[in-house]
């Protein structure tokens, strides 16, 4: 009878990365993953669905995170106010359950254009999660809209200067500081 291992599903992980930068994602199979990490196909399919799950798993959750973060949001801060809230708040829960392979993982899904189009549906959920949480909180639906997809951009560009920095700031003061650069712009911005 086979031991649990407390290890199992992040040694999957770093062998299905690992063989996604070396081959190509396209080119791994589920097979390989395993046996990269000493495990069963049958132990993978105990944490991930499929090989993309590996790199999406636990971004179903980034959605309702943000919804929450902005219904804790004062509510007497403007709509955009609680959206940089959110997203700062949820930055600093999520630093570190991601910072380990980020960049991997990044690089992998820049190139593939599945993994690419996987993850432009992840954020257009995000979207509209936003939106519906500005909503809720008296936003006009198109103004909601509007401060939802410049919610992403943000979390976005955040999210790639704290990858490309290891060393600097957390993932919630890059996510700050990519919302105050835009707020700054906004405000130097004449139509």
Known sequence: MARWDAQAEERLRTA????FLELGYENVTVAQIADRAGLTRRTFSRYFTDKRDVLFAGSEQLPGLLSEALSRADPELTPFEALLTALADV???LGAQVALHAAQRRAVIARSPELQERGRTKFADVADALAAGLVRRGCELASATLLADVGVAIFRTGFDRWVDSPD???????LREAGAELRLYLGLATL
Not at 16 to 19: F, K, P, Q
Not at 168 to 174: E, H, N, P, S
Request: one cysteine or more; a negative charge; proline letters at 0%.
């Open 91 to 93: 930055g600093a829960m």
């Open 168 to 174: 600097g700031d957390d993932l919630a003061a890059c």
């Open 16 to 19: 299905a990365i690992e063989l």
